[in-house]
């Protein structure tokens, strides 16, 4: 997937590619031995120098024809010069109502991570606001 990932941002971008990061991994069905695998990339949001590279991952019974939806995922990827020096990408065109939402849906989800990083930081964390969620799992506090 990191391979598919990479080459959709360089041919975006026309430049060296490297993953920063793997948002999102969503294994929802089993791809059997014999089946033909597809994997589908697109570019889903550029920033200035970072692209969101959204993987689809589907599998096909070459007997019967079924198509499954195996895995879906979402990889940032960072445009690179010979140097190793981050550099800037092209924009997208938002041509259709999916590649708006597609790039609304980015949009969304890093302000997510932000969120989500920053409540659970060791210098923002507040316990008491934890505690009572906790009781009510599979684990026990002593303190």
Do not use: W
């Amino acid at each position: 997937m990191d391979q598919i990932a990479f080459a959709c941002a360089s041919k975006h971008s026309r430049n060296y590619c490297v993953t920063a990061s793997v948002n999102k991994v969503d294994f929802l069905n089993p791809i059997e031995v014999g089946e033909l695998v597809t994997l589908k990339a697109s570019v889903n949001y550029t920033g200035r120098t970072s692209m969101v590279v959204g993987l689809r991952v589907e599998s096909e019974n070459i007997q019967t024809g079924k198509k499954k939806h195996c895995n879906s995922s979402y990889f940032t990827m960072v445009a690179k010069d010979e140097h190793g020096k981050n550099v800037p990408v092209p924009g997208l065109i938002l041509d259709t109502e999916q590649s708006i939402r597609r790039f609304a849906r980015s949009i969304a989800r890093q302000e997510q991570a932000k969120t989500r990083s920053s409540r659970f930081k060791s210098s923002e964390f507040k316990i008491e606001e934890h505690l009572e969620l906790i009781k009510t799992q599979n684990a026990k506090i002593i303190m």
